[in-house]
């Protein structure tokens, strides 16, 4: 899907003064992550590091490929549960454990992305949907992910044998070290040449095709990518919360993800990790409230699709650059 | 007692049945989908509420005014189908200039609202809607016991899905939509209404989603969450029959549901996923679809 603000060829001070804006918001986002397992509740912050994580690594297929998944919850899912039963019944330390989560989910990836990129635009989505709902019912069935009740108590274990993650708050770091590696690989895969490709098969995949790209490669490469960094998200989320269950497989968490993603901003940088946080803080206060925040969501979407494509961060980029003079 | 293949033909049979009752809900459904998207370029993701609300339409007017099923028929899509107008005029013809990604998003958003809102009122829990008594009982026919009203949802379904190919395909008035689905400029050009034409084709995709949603409502419960699920499935109905062909969905909507009964009885494990499997085959081999052309 074309991002609303369509991408324009910036000038080379542009795009110093952009990476300056980003480097600098980087380290205002790292310094309140770094604080904040003090100033709120710990488990909550890492759900919503999990999260954001996850929100980027959809927004790196939609906000930049322009491939709308509507099934992303199946990579999430399915990592957890690989995580989950690694270190549970095979008793892997956690890194080994949230590896084979990953690995899982970009071999699962491989295959649904060679399926899904057959057909574009609305067909993608239907199909992700529909691949996705399959996995659903596989993990409803099959035996390893314990049906209805998950997998439960999935041990913590020690990180390559030294750091304790039983402790709250070296779990905390190790979950942000985590997140700030997947955003900045995602960071850093965006702004490369493959990422460029990206963005022009987004705006125009005929050219791209006529200019002599494989665009096939391409889409599947990025959607690799994406199924394998919210794989990793799947993973850690096994570790912190202990569990792996049916709710992180379910179309409702491939909407939300798309949600978080539409709030805060589909291709920018930073707006999935708001978005992640504000649907989160949402749902934290409504979750006891039940249908009122299926509602609240859905009430969300609408009103963003209608006035507020660009979400927070991209209309607060537009306010910023519209100041500017530029 | 007999048997085909090791499985007694009672179960064959009412299997199949339970097939092409799934079945015709499918291809109601994919019909009303493909006519949406036909003309509006827009995935319908509001449709499985819709149809739900079809459900719960039947079950007011029963309990509330003490109109019966042959009413509900006919109001409930009416209904249904003035709420989707609504929607139309109101959200979607303001999305028709962007990306139609949107249109499925803001579209999922509604289905959230709708099913939330009836969740809250009414629980998860199913309401019961009481068959008409004029379909009552069944009919023995030699080999299998037919219940009269699955009979007559297979019938009525047929027919219904019949007559809107026989407008689409047949008539002056599916002709000028064809030709708006073509070219809606050129169709405006010689005086044709082709907005109106928009709203009223929603609305008439939504009105089937309504009426599959009235006659299922004796067969399962009224459920807020009925369409949630179907709706997926239906998706890949579509993406299986191709968009391109009226025909096509309605041929798909009934072979799927008899493919996925026949699935329960030699392999019931699979009968959940064979749709999503039989999808991700088609994919492979046809990707534009069975009856679909790029």
């Not at chain 1, 399926?115 to 993608?124: D, H, M, S």
Request: charged content about 10%.
């Amino acid at each position: 899907m074309a991002a609303p603000d369509q991408y324009q060829p910036h000038a080379s001070r542009d795009d110093a003064a952009e990476a300056r804006y980003h480097r600098r918001a980087f380290l205002v986002m790292t310094a309140l992550f770094v604080v904040a397992p003090f100033v709120v509740y710990p488990v909550f912050a890492m759900k919503a590091l999990c999260f954001a994580l996850f929100a980027c690594a959809f927004n790196l297929l939609l906000g930049f490929g322009g491939l709308l998944s509507f099934g992303h919850a199946m990579f999430l899912g399915m990592a957890g549960y690989v995580t989950a039963h690694a270190a549970k019944v095979w008793g892997l330390p956690p890194e080994l454990a949230i590896l084979a989560g990953t690995a899982a989910s970009t071999v699962l990836g491989v295959v649904v992305g060679l399926l899904a990129i057959r057909r574009q635009g609305i067909y993608f989505a239907m199909i992700t949907l529909a691949l996705a709902q399959m996995v659903f019912f596989f993990c409803v069935q099959a035996p390893f992910t314990g049906g209805e009740d998950g997998i439960q108590s999935v041990p913590r274990g020690k990180l390559l044998g030294v750091l304790d993650l039983s402790n709250t708050l070296v779990l905390y770091y190790v979950v942000l070290a985590i997140f700030t590696t997947g955003f900045l690989l995602i960071y850093r895969i965006i702004h490369s040449p493959f990422g460029q490709v990206l963005k022009a098969i987004r705006e125009n995949e005929p050219r791209a095709i006529s200019l002599g790209y494989r665009t096939e490669h391409y889409k599947l490469a990025a959607f690799v990518l994406s199924a394998g960094l919210a794989g990793l998200a799947g993973a850690t989320k096994a570790i912190v919360f202990q569990l792996a269950s049916l709710t992180d497989v379910h179309w409702t968490m491939s909407g939300e993800v798309v949600l978080m993603t539409l709030l805060g901003g589909m291709g920018t940088i930073f707006g999935p990790v708001v978005g992640a946080f504000a649907i989160i803080t949402m749902e934290n206060y409504l979750a006891e409230l039940g249908s009122w925040f299926t509602i609240t969501q859905g009430a969300i979407f609408v009103v963003c699709v209608l006035a507020f494509r660009r979400g927070i961060l991209g209309e607060l980029e537009a306010w910023l650059r519209k100041r500017r003079g530029g | 007692m007999t048997e085909i293949f090791g499985v007694p033909t009672q179960a064959l049979f009412g299997q199949l049945l339970i097939g092409l009752i799934n079945g015709s809900f499918y291809a109601l459904l994919s019909l009303g989908l493909a006519v949406i998207f036909g003309l509006l370029n827009i995935i319908n993701f509001t449709h499985g509420a819709q149809y739900m609300m079809g459900a719960f339409a039947a079950y007011f007017l029963l309990n509330k005014l003490g109109l019966n099923y042959w009413w509900a028929l006919v109001l409930a899509p009416l209904a249904v189908g003035a709420t989707g107008v609504i929607v139309e005029r109101l959200m979607l013809s303001r999305l028709y200039k962007l990306d139609h990604l949107y249109g499925l998003l803001l579209t999922f958003g509604l289905a959230l609202i709708i099913q939330g809102a009836f969740r809250h009122q009414y629980g998860s829990a199913g309401l019961p809607y009481a068959m008409p008594e004029q379909l009552t009982g069944g009919t023995n026919l030699g080999f299998m016991f037919l219940p009269n009203y699955r009979g007559w949802v297979i019938v009525a379904s047929l027919a219904v899905c019949i007559a809107t190919w026989f407008v689409i395909e047949r008539t002056k008035l599916g002709s000028y939509l064809r030709a708006a689905t073509e070219n809606p400029t050129m169709v405006q050009a010689f005086g044709v209404n082709v907005p109106r034409m928009v709203t009223l084709t929603y609305g008439f995709g939504v009105a089937l989603a309504g009426l599959a949603g009235v006659m299922a409502a004796p067969i399962y419960q009224v459920n807020p969450l009925m369409g949630a699920d179907t709706i997926i499935v239906v998706f890949a109905v579509v993406v299986i029959g191709g968009m391109g062909s009226i025909m096509g969905a309605i041929l798909t909507g009934f072979g799927l549901g008899v493919v996925e009964g026949l699935t329960k009885v030699f392999y019931p494990e699979a009968s959940n996923t064979v749709i999503f499997v039989i999808m991700a085959l088609v994919l492979m081999v046809r990707p534009q679809g069975l009856f679909g052309s790029r």
